[in-house]
């Protein structure tokens, strides 16, 4: 049984075929197309049942709605060929790339984390910020991640009191990054930074980079550093997330990756997830709790931050409904 998206979505994409899949792809953001090629890329032999379960829920799904929401280059070019062989994945990525927007800060999307922190780094620090609060929120973290402690302690600073650029500045830096990009000069705006944008960024982090920032922000303005903290969505927080929600995160996440989770989670925390798990998976679960032997934290945290990843996807794209924050009940 098939029991995750992304494979749900790459076996869909192959059997489709070239040309549709192409079509399809163009809609989807650079990290989608990152997670879908990686999945086509590790598959080595579909089965004609799966490829019939997948298309069959696909019509399910496609009937039941009017419309379709389908809301680096090396990387995605390296796995595609893996997947499709040369001559397929040169034809699929041609068409995907070929309408894309590829001009200055939206190219940025397009390359991996080190890359942009190598070609950043030496801006000023606001420029780095106003950079960042426009790329993916985990591909942001990411890049700061390549910076030196102090420079991302002063970055995260900056897309905290982020609230806005006017629009001709924008322009003058974009214009400069398409010139040095050689691409064109369209860009998609999105909402700049503030405390929100910093949170969000804070989510990816891994916990060591997250510590040494937020010491940094508490220094300067340690009630800031605090409403940064409060808009952070954390591993406890998935308390706050009801029981469908919690059914449809599970079907997100790998049973390795929940196990290490658990292993830092609260008793209380344990409980819901083993509330909405099927009564054998939640004993097997609790097996393996019992028998796994000491795991560092840092593994801990990590397998945290990928399933917040998923709660944060999922959010986006109106799936699950976090806990509410003041007045605003929905992310």
Same mark, same amino acid.
């Given at each position: 049984?098939?029991?995750?998206?992304?494979?749900?979505?790459?076996?869909?994409?192959?059997?489709?075929?070239?040309?549709?899949?192409?079509?399809?792809?163009?809609?989807?953001?650079?990290?989608?197309?990152?997670?879908?090629?990686?999945?086509?890329?590790?598959?080595?032999?579909?089965?004609?049942?799966?490829?019939?379960?997948?298309?069959?829920?696909?019509?399910?799904?496609?009937?039941?709605?009017?419309?379709?929401?389908?809301?680096?280059?090396?990387?995605?070019?390296?796995?595609?060929?893996?997947?499709?062989?040369?001559? @397929?994945?040169?034809?699929?990525?041609?068409?995907?790339?070929?309408?894309?927007?590829?001009?200055?800060?939206?190219?940025?999307?397009?390359?991996?984390?080190?890359?942009?922190?190598?070609?950043? @780094?030496?801006?000023?620090?606001?420029?780095?910020?106003?950079?960042?609060?426009?790329?993916?929120?985990?591909?942001?973290?990411?890049?700061?991640?390549?910076?030196?402690?102090?420079?991302?302690?002063?970055?995260?600073?900056?897309?905290?009191?982020?609230?806005?650029?006017?629009?001709?500045?924008?322009?003058?830096?974009?214009?400069?990054?398409?010139?040095?990009?050689?691409?064109?000069?369209?860009?998609?705006?999105?909402?700049?930074?503030?405390?929100?944008?910093?949170?969000?960024?804070?989510?990816?982090?891994?916990?060591?980079?997250?510590?040494?920032?937020?010491?940094?922000?508490?220094?300067?303005?340690?009630?800031?550093?605090?409403?940064?903290?409060?808009?952070?969505?954390?591993?406890?927080?998935?308390?706050?997330?009801?029981?469908?929600?919690?059914?449809?995160?599970?079907?997100?996440?790998?049973?390795?990756?929940?196990?290490?989770?658990?292993?830092?989670?609260?008793?209380?925390?344990?409980?819901?997830?083993?509330?909405?798990?099927?009564?054998?998976?939640?004993?097997?679960?609790?097996?393996?709790?019992?028998?796994?032997?000491?795991?560092?934290?840092?593994?801990?945290?990590?397998?945290?931050?990928?399933?917040?990843?998923?709660?944060?996807?999922?959010?986006?794209?109106?799936?699950?409904?976090?806990?509410?924050?003041?007045?605003?009940?929905?992310?």
């Amino acid at each position: 049984m098939i029991d995750n998206n992304i494979t749900k979505a790459a076996i869909l994409m192959l059997a489709l075929g070239e040309e549709e899949a192409s079509e399809v792809m163009r809609h989807l953001s650079p990290r989608e197309v990152q997670k879908l090629g990686t999945a086509m890329a590790s598959m080595k032999a579909i089965g004609h049942d799966d490829v019939e379960v997948v298309l069959g829920e696909f019509l399910s799904i496609a009937n039941e709605s009017s419309t379709l929401s389908l809301d680096s280059d090396e990387y995605v070019r390296s796995v595609m060929t893996r997947a499709l062989g040369d001559d @397929k994945a040169a034809g699929l990525l041609n068409r995907i790339l070929q309408d894309r927007d590829s001009s200055g800060i939206d190219s940025l999307k397009w390359m991996d984390a080190q890359t942009v922190a190598d070609f950043i @780094k030496n801006e000023h620090p606001q420029i780095i910020a106003t950079i960042l609060v426009h790329l993916e929120r985990d591909q942001a973290s990411a890049v700061l991640g390549y910076f030196t402690e102090r420079l991302r302690g002063d970055v995260m600073l900056r897309i905290a009191t982020l609230d806005g650029i006017k629009p001709t500045a924008l322009k003058e830096l974009n214009d400069v990054l398409t010139k040095v990009l050689s691409g064109n000069e369209n860009v998609s705006k999105k909402s700049l930074g503030g405390v929100k944008a910093a949170a969000e960024i804070m989510n990816f982090m891994s916990g060591e980079n997250e510590t040494s920032i937020m010491d940094a922000l508490k220094t300067y303005d340690d009630d800031m550093a605090q409403k940064i903290m409060d808009e952070m969505f954390v591993f406890d927080n998935i308390l706050e997330i009801d029981d469908k929600g919690i059914q449809t995160i599970l079907r997100e996440v790998q049973s390795e990756t929940l196990l290490l989770a658990l292993k830092g989670a609260t008793e209380e925390l344990r409980t819901k997830i083993f509330k909405n798990m099927s009564s054998r998976a939640a004993e097997m679960m609790k097996e393996d709790l019992e028998n796994r032997g000491p795991v560092r934290l840092s593994e801990v945290e990590a397998q945290q931050k990928e399933i917040l990843q998923a709660v944060r996807r999922l959010a986006d794209a109106g799936q699950i409904m976090l806990g509410a924050k003041g007045e605003d009940a929905f992310v």
